[in-house]
């Protein structure tokens, strides 16, 4: 992902046939920009109404081994990461998973772009059985021509000092930003820790005590009527 980056795309007609413009600009400068040919092109309307909920974050599948193979794909592979602002994530929630955008590099730059819906039904076991059924739109892009600025994209991607997160032992920090730490202490015996005394356990022998008094004088009277009689 590029910091204080933002996206942009245009459409124009080129004789019979559709040209789609895509690009990003860093400090009010073109970042990079990529021209497709649109071969094919498939409205929203021409599918079955959809329930993916409106600002639903998508899941992105690149297929082809050419986002890796080619320098100028890989770049492609990025900017869409930013034109749909999706995050890396090391899990993902099925139950949450509802909008799926295929990207696919085809023969000769081609390019397949893709929406579907995720249906999840029951399956007889713990993992669920996953249709996807597409929604639009539908896209197939021939790349023409591109420009990447290399130098000022190595700035984009440049992290200041004060945003680096040192390492630190026993202190990690949360995706928020948030500083956890670990305090580690020896055992302790119970036994030995000073404990106090609480309000309840002082009444509780105060009243004891009472009954002991009483329980004393009593006793005192009886010895007394006994000793009476015997004389």
């Known amino acids: 992902m590029l910091s204080a980056s933002s996206t942009f795309s245009s459409e124009a007609v ?15 400068q073109i970042l990079d920009m990529y021209e497709f ?20 974050k998508p899941c992105l599948i690149f297929n082809g081994d ?10 492609i592979q990025n900017f869409f990461c930013d034109f749909f602002c999706t995050t890396k994530t090391s899990s993902i929630n099925l139950q949450g998973l ?6 696919s590099a ?14 999840m039904k029951k399956s007889g076991s713990d993992a669920p059985h996953v249709e996807l059924v597409e929604i639009g739109v539908s896209l197939d892009l021939k790349l023409r021509r591109s420009t990447i600025e290399h130098e000022r994209r190595r700035h ?9 997160i040192g390492k630190t032992k026993n202190i990690s920090h949360d995706m928020a930003g948030t500083k956890l730490a670990k305090v580690h ?10 404990q106090s005394k609480m ?13 002991k008094s009483k329980k004393s004088k009593s006793e005192e009277k009886v010895e007394e009527a006994e000793s009476m009689d015997t004389s």
Not at 37 to 56: D, R
Not at 98 to 103: A, G, K, L, T
Not at 106 to 119: D, I, K
Request: charged fraction near 30%; aromatic fraction near 8%; glycine fraction near 10%.
């Open 37 to 56: 040919g649109v071969s094919a092109f498939k409205k929203l309307c021409q599918f079955k109404p959809t329930k993916v909920p409106l600002g639903a």
């Open 185 to 194: 202490m020896t055992k302790q015996d119970i036994n030995e820790m000073p």
């Open 66 to 75: 050419i986002f890796e193979r080619d320098e100028t794909w890989g770049h």
């Open 106 to 119: 085809a023969e000769q730059g081609v390019l397949l772009l893709r929406s579907y819906e995720v249906n």
């Open 14 to 28: 080129v004789s019979t046939q559709s040209t789609g413009v895509f690009g990003r600009t860093y400090d009010g």
């Open 98 to 103: 509802e909008y799926v955008i295929s990207i």
């Open 199 to 211: 309000k309840g356990s002082k009444r509780a022998s105060g009243e004891e005590k009472k009954k």
């Open 156 to 164: 984009a991607l440049k992290v200041p000092r004060a945003a680096k």
